[in-house]
């Protein structure tokens, strides 16, 4: 799901959950959050400020947005992605 945001914005968890993931895919800073329902969210574009291991809680910052040329051009958007398992 592609949300529309601004650059800079903080990014928020949707669930309570573990950090499994920061990094960097396909040159786009990445977030990944395992939640207790066994579903992952990921976000990108982002610049984080968690590290993988950390807990988060529902609302609680994981980055801030970036602006690096997605396919939502000329507009900023955040991509936020759910799977099971």
Do not use: F, K, W
């Amino acid at each position: 799901m592609d949300l529309a945001g601004s650059s800079g914005q903080e990014v928020l968890a949707v669930e309570a959950g573990t950090v499994t993931h920061v990094g960097s895919i396909a040159g786009r800073g990445t977030v990944s959050v395992l939640h207790s329902s066994g579903i992952r969210s990921t976000y990108e574009p982002v610049d984080p400020t968690v590290s993988t291991g950390s807990s988060v809680a529902r609302g609680a910052p994981l980055g801030r947005l970036e602006d690096n040329g997605s396919h939502c051009a000329p507009t900023v958007c955040l991509h936020l992605g759910a799977v099971r398992g």
